[in-house]
């Protein structure tokens, strides 16, 4: 449904208006994802290891393992190299290849028979670091690539330990560059919980991490924090009753396990944030590209007017020889008018973009929290709008017709609203056993190569509710 609507009418819009590309099927079709990232040695590996019930991931005290890894399902176990992974057009990690070889060759790809893995594909990242002076050592733009994970994850889950609790450096950054704007998606987690003595240690964490928060996410109210730890043989027992810690640890693996129905519902998401801002850019430029045809209309029939007066007035009184001097300066004024004219109104109406909006959407700007979403969105389209205005001059679009203005209207007010409703309403409905997403789930093959596999049953969770909204650990 959703890749239907992208193929018609939002693709070809974009492609007549040169808006940015929609997603690609293959991104549409890639399948659920969980970003997982944190300090080093918070615990990242060791809790894909604990959910995948395998040693998949190298763990230890030391940074062991600088690479992004992702995890998915494979019916053998393979590993597969950054090169390998960026060029092959069936994986949805081309995207990565412009952040360099240096990033690349931190790219891994593991292939695992875990259950979990059908549904899910993880990706641990490599540890941040804290240290002021290591902070440029890695050689590619790290908030770069992890806000490109972020943004195609459907769940990001940030491990923080009790012997780090702080958001200085690497996390600061990542947090103000790669992360604002998807706090949705982001499950905040106080690992290792089990390494806290006593209530003092536990409280000093908990109070130092919320300090630390407080610095970088911009709201008032706390966010949920998941205090939990991985139970591991060999680690000394804390004084503290660990149940509340395993009742969240529980809730963060729900949550994890719902990233399929959290794909469907980010989707759609995605696809009504792209029909908006397409709406947006389109409407404004049209609408310029109108006054502009008006306005070249209007020159031309006062030039051709004055002129056939002019030759008639002449022909009239006589004077038959002027009327080749006429056409000379017709012709001349014509020229005038496109060389000098017409390109000075296509700059002002072009610099007239914002007034065009503000007049295009006067009735839902007077709302007012229609008009800070709105206005937010126009800067966001506003400079690739101009750019586009500019470069291919406003000449060349073609009217838009009305039934595309009246399908585009219809799919944002009416289709995507109405395909929200019916995903909520399927999983108030269903049971245990949710029919699989449409778009269907690539997992990736050894022996044919990374072909499409069926996709497979996903329960939203363990326990059949479905508000993921709301967060109930421990
Ligand atoms: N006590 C305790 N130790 C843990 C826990 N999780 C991980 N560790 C240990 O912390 C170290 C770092 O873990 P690792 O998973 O490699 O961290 P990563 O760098 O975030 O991937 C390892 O020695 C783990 O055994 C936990 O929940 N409790
Ligand atoms: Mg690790």
Known sequence: MIREFY?????????????????????????????????????????????????????????????FTIITYGPHETDRDGPSVVSNPDLPYEGLRHFGDQLVSHIRLKLQPADLLRTVTLIDSPG??????????RGFDFPGVVRWFADRADLVMIFFDPDKPGTTGETLQVFKESLNGIDHKLLIVLNKMDQCQNLH?????????????????????????????????????????????????????????????????????????FAERLRLHVFVIDEAARRYRRSRERSYATLVLLFAALGVGAFVTGFILAIPALAVVAAAAAALLELVSLPRKKK????????????????????????????????????????????????SFEKMNWLDREVLNELIEQDIPRLRSELYDALRNVSLD?????????????????????????????????????????
């Not at 941040?128 to 050592?137: F, L, P, R, S, T």
């Open 201 to 273: 240690d536990f409280a000093r964490a908990y109070g130092a991490l919320c300090w630390n928060l407080g610095k970088v996410i911009p709201r008032k109210d706390l966010p949920m924090i998941y205090n939990t730890f991985v139970p591991l043989e060999g680690k000394p027992k804390s004084e503290l009753p660990l149940e509340d810690f395993d009742k969240a640890r529980n809730d963060l693996i729900n949550e994890l396990r719902r990233a399929p129905t959290r794909r469907m519902d980010n989707q759609i998401t995605q696809m009504q944030a």
């Open 348 to 395: 002002r109406l072009i610099n007239q973009f914002d007034e065009i909006f503000e007049g295009l959407h006067d009735r839902e700007l007077l709302v007012r929290d229609r008009a800070e979403d709105l206005r937010a969105m126009w800067e966001e389209v506003h400079p690739r709008a101009r750019e586009v205005a500019e470069k291919r001059g406003l000449q």
């Open 434 to 474: 949710v029919s699989p997403p449409s778009e269907g789930q690539p997992a990736v093959e050894e022996s044919a190569d990374l072909e499409e596999q069926p996709t497979v049953p996903v329960a939203p969770n363990d326990r059949g509710s479905f508000s993921w909204g709301k967060r109930n650990p421990g």
């Open 7 to 67: 193929s018609d009418p939002l693709d070809p819009l974009a492609k007549q208006f040169m808006f940015r590309r929609p997603p690609t099927i293959g991104e549409l079709r890639r399948p659920p994802q969980v970003l997982m990232l944190g300090n080093h040695s918070s615990g990242k590996s060791t809790f894909v290891n604990h959910l995948l019930g395998m040693e998949v991931q190298k763990t230890g005290v030391a940074p062991t393992d600088d690479n």
């Open 128 to 137: 941040m670091i804290d240290e002021a002076k290591e902070e440029n050592g």
